[in-house]
């Protein structure tokens, strides 16, 4: 080291006295205060309006929901406009009448006919008796019970639980052994002639009382002396409804599309090209006139029965419009409900549907099909406005061709 440096006077630290302790944090010192709160007071929750239902008090938040509910409360009315089973009772003697008539006027020859022939006449001469009239009440409440407490409202599905029932009829050995004995024959005539005549019976029977219902369920339609009578429709309009029917039925087949993995799809998609679209017009063609003019290979064509239904409704939903233009889809479909237009339905449908997918898909082409007539109702008020009037793209070619360039 140099000379003239003192070591003596350098500064000698111990490493056990080198330590943090003693260091004081800052932040013991001085707290860093907190942003203070919004002064706000809380929201309540807002609960939404809900929808009660006059007929079961159930509540309801979902208007679509609310509606649909109450489409099934109309169908349920529909259906119980049935007539009572003790009216179908009382008149059990004259539709056992009927039967029997029916029951005489089929073939019968050979050994076998001749015997049954004399059944027939054997009964033809009791049918004034008491023994005819128990009879004829048994078989009537037998019958019923096919129908008992359901709520059956298209003609298809009435007559398929009829005919049900009847098979249970004459698959019951002691019911059907009960029946021979009330007329008190069964020593007179073999028991295959007389098994014969129960099964050909209950089947008239059963046909007889679909007939009372059916003409009861027209008689008692409920009538609105209010309305004013339908408008008659003109070849135009005839023409117009042809194209809609086929537009609306395209949106069911774009759906099932979309729905390949859903059976119930698949089974509307199969009863709509197979009963309600056609390959070429047919029935009435100038209604398909228009149509077949602008069709350029992708419009659909609907048959007879579609094409008389769909008039039908245009007719109710003309009845439906109000001052304002609008259209109230709830009393359209509780009008169709209501009259021979589902029993049209249930012409094109029958029974290749279940009777609550057939009613569900008759209310929505129904609800469809007045969006459409609404749009055209809104259309033909502005239109009484305008100077010059507005027609929609697809059809102004019709009317106001333009010239080729």
């Known amino acids: 080291a140099p000379a003239d440096l003192n070591v003596s006077l350098a500064v000698h630290l111990d490493s056990h006295d080198v330590s943090l302790s003693g260091i004081v944090s800052v932040q013991d010192v001085f707290q860093v205060p907190s942003v203070p709160g919004k002064k706000t007071q809380k929201k309540q929750p807002v609960k939404k309006t809900q929808l009660i239902c006059t007929y079961c008090l159930k509540a309801y938040v979902c208007s679509r929901s609310f509606r649909n509910h109450l489409r099934a ?19 059990s003697s004259e539709i056992g009448n009927t039967s029997l008539t029916h029951v005489s006027n089929s073939p019968s020859e050979g050994e076998s006919g001749n015997k049954f022939k004399e059944v027939i006449g054997h009964i033809a001469g009791i ?14 409440e037998e019958i019923l019970k096919g ?11 009435l007559a398929t639980s009829l005919v049900g029932q009847v098979e249970r009829i004459i698959s019951d050995i002691d019911l059907c052994n009960s029946f021979v004995d009330a007329l008190h024959i069964c020593d007179i005539f ?24 059916s003409k009861t369920f027209r008689e008692d339609l409920p009538r609105r002396p209010q309305q004013a009578a339908p408008e008659e429709l003109d070849m135009e309009d005839r023409q117009v409804i042809y194209y809609i029917a086929g537009s609306i039925m395209r949106g069911y087949l774009k759906i099932a599309r979309r729905s390949q993995k859903s059976v119930t799809w698949q089974n509307v998609v199969s009863v ?33 029965d579609c094409q008389k239904f769909f008039v039908n409704l245009t007719k109710v939903v003309f009845q ?9 889809y709830m009393d359209v479909i509780s009008a169709v409900t209501n009259s021979s237009i589902s029993v049209l339905w249930d012409n094109i449908v029958s ?20 969006r459409t ?25 019709l009317v106001a061709s333009r010239k080729n360039r």
């Not at 073999?190 to 219902?213: M, P, R, W, Y």
């Not at 100038?286 to 048959?303: A, F, I």
């Not at 439906?320 to 109230?328: A, L, R, T």
Request: hydrophobic residues 35%; charged residues 25%.
């Open 190 to 213: 073999s028991s295959q002639v007389l098994d014969q005549f129960i099964l050909e019976f209950s089947l008239n029977f059963a046909s007889e009382v679909l007939k009372f219902i």
């Open 127 to 140: 049918s004034s008796s008491t023994e005819w009239a128990n009879f004829c009440n048994m078989m009537c």
């Open 73 to 91: 409360h109309t169908m349920q009315e529909a259906s119980a406009r049935f007539p009572d089973p003790q009216k179908v009772l009382e008149n």
């Open 272 to 304: 709509i090209k197979n009963k309600v679209l056609v390959d070429k017009p047919t029935g009435d063609l100038v209604d398909s006139e228009w149509t077949s003019d602008v069709d350029r290979g992708g419009l659909l064509y609907v048959s007879v």
């Open 320 to 328: 439906f419009e109000k001052n304002n233009g609008s259209i109230d």
């Open 147 to 157: 129908i008992e407490n359901k709520k059956i409202l298209l003609p298809s599905a």
């Open 373 to 397: 007539c609404g749009r055209g109702f809104a259309k033909r008020r502005l239109n009484s406005l305008r100077s010059k009037p507005m027609v929609s793209m697809p059809t102004r070619h």
């Open 351 to 370: 029974d290749s549907l279940p009777e609550t997918v057939s009613i569900n898909l008759m209310n929505d082409v129904v609800m469809c099909y007045c």
